[in-house]
């Protein structure tokens, strides 16, 4: 699972290089490299929300699973903080339209992090619940044949 923390603090370092940026008078294209960071972080974020609001069934059992809860809603409110300051930024100096591109290229990044790395993610996690799942079953049934094993010799 994608870390909030780890996700707000390279979203923060990425809006901060941006907003130096603007403030020195570079052009958005020369900060594309910062916006693709941001978007990706931004990108990351939801993820780990998503993933949070259905937890595997062994996270859900071994609770911790609001401490994170409450990890995402701190760093989705401090996003939203930054994703306002940097629209009011750049619809400024660069206008409304300026705004709408940059929302196509955090589209576009989470397009192409959802077919890639979180799909990776996803189907990492999904092989070890399984994993999980089907070690439970074959110690749940070898209990079981053995209490069976020791029912029957003691009657006998």
Not at 115 to 141: D, M, N, P, S
Request: include cysteine.
């Amino acid at each position: 699972m994608l870390d909030p923390v780890t996700a707000i603090a390279g979203a923060s370092a990425a809006f901060n290089a941006i907003k130096k940026g603007i403030q020195v008078g570079r052009d958005l294209e020369s900060m594309g490299k910062d916006l693709a960071r941001w978007g990706g972080a931004m990108a990351d974020l939801d993820f780990a929300e998503k993933q949070a609001q259905k937890p595997p069934w062994y996270k859900a059992l071994g609770g911790g699973v609001e401490a994170q809860a409450m990890e995402i809603f701190a760093a989705k409110k401090k996003a939203e903080s930054m994703r306002k300051e940097m629209k009011d930024f750049i619809s400024y100096l660069y206008g409304p339209s300026s705004w709408e591109e940059i929302l196509q290229i955090e589209a576009d990044l989470r397009k192409q992090k959802r077919e890639h790395e979180y799909r990776r993610i996803e189907l990492k996690q999904r092989i070890l619940e399984w994993t999980l799942g089907i070690i439970l079953f074959v110690v749940c049934c070898g209990g079981l044949f053995l209490l069976v094993i020791l029912m029957r010799s003691t009657v006998g």
